[in-house]
């Protein structure tokens, strides 16, 4: 099996979390990490659970030049100049498959669409990662909800309720740095 070289921007909870579940995907090696907090640790993390080499890069453009696959686990205030950096790596060369964005893609429609719009022309795919929809609860829904909507019609209203402990970085208070309020948090799941 050809093993896909994955890139990791971002050393906070969700680059955390994510490197766990890692631990459970064959065919992956952490072949990057790009981070503003020291990733010396995530680095490490990565060494002892055998996920890759999880080489420390100055910058997500260097990085790219290095892996097949960008993971951006960056706060939402961020991802626009990411997604900028990479643009530029391919301007230059880079051989990306793809670019992965965690949850909220970005803060509003318009840096959404120029995060698109700005790795179109080299035809890298930018994916919304959204971790729950393969969760047994939703797929139990939704297998629940097949022959009701095929007996009564598509669906017009649905009631669902999400909550954590509170953000893991002061950021996210800050409502120009958020973005989108409960739809770029916990709100997107349940749509």
Same mark, same amino acid.
């Given at each position: 099996?050809?093993?896909? #070289?994955?890139? %990791?921007?971002?050393?906070?909870?969700?680059?955390?979390?994510?490197?766990?579940?890692?631990?459970?995907? #064959?065919?992956?090696?952490?072949?990057?990490?790009?981070?503003?907090?020291?990733?010396?640790?995530?680095?490490?993390?990565?060494?002892?659970?055998?996920?890759?080499?999880?080489?420390?890069?100055?910058?997500?453009?260097?990085?790219?030049?290095?892996?097949?696959?960008?993971?951006?686990?960056?706060?939402?205030?961020? #991802?626009?100049?990411?997604?900028?950096?990479?643009?530029?790596?391919?301007?230059?060369?880079?051989?990306?498959?793809?670019? %992965?964005?965690?949850?909220?893609?970005?803060?509003?429609?318009?840096?959404?669409?120029?995060?698109?719009?700005?790795?179109?022309?080299?035809?890298?795919?930018?994916?919304?990662?959204?971790?729950?929809?393969?969760?047994?609860?939703?797929?139990?829904?939704?297998?629940?909800?097949?022959?009701?909507?095929?007996?009564?019609?598509?669906?017009?209203?649905?009631?669902?309720?999400?909550?954590?402990?509170?953000?893991?970085?002061?950021?996210?208070?800050?409502?120009?740095?958020?973005?989108?309020?409960?739809?770029?948090?916990?709100?997107?799941?349940?749509?």
């Amino acid at each position: 099996m050809e093993m896909i #070289r994955y890139g %990791i921007v971002g050393g906070g909870f969700y680059a955390r979390f994510q490197l766990r579940a890692l631990e459970q995907v #064959r065919g992956i090696e952490v072949a990057g990490l790009v981070s503003r907090r020291p990733p010396e640790a995530l680095s490490a993390y990565v060494q002892a659970k055998r996920l890759g080499a999880g080489r420390i890069y100055p910058s997500v453009k260097e990085m790219a030049h290095h892996v097949d696959v960008v993971a951006i686990y960056a706060p939402n205030f961020a #991802r626009v100049s990411i997604v900028e950096e990479i643009a530029r790596a391919l301007e230059e060369g880079a051989k990306l498959r793809a670019v %992965i964005c965690d949850k909220p893609l970005a803060r509003n429609l318009r840096e959404a669409r120029q995060m698109i719009d700005r790795l179109h022309p080299f035809g890298v795919p930018l994916i919304y990662f959204e971790n729950q929809l393969h969760m047994k609860a939703v797929q139990s829904a939704r297998s629940q909800l097949e022959p009701v909507v095929k007996t009564m019609g598509p669906l017009t209203l649905v009631r669902a309720s999400e909550e954590h402990a509170g953000p893991h970085s002061a950021w996210f208070w800050d409502p120009v740095q958020q973005g989108g309020g409960v739809m770029t948090d916990m709100g997107c799941h349940s749509v």
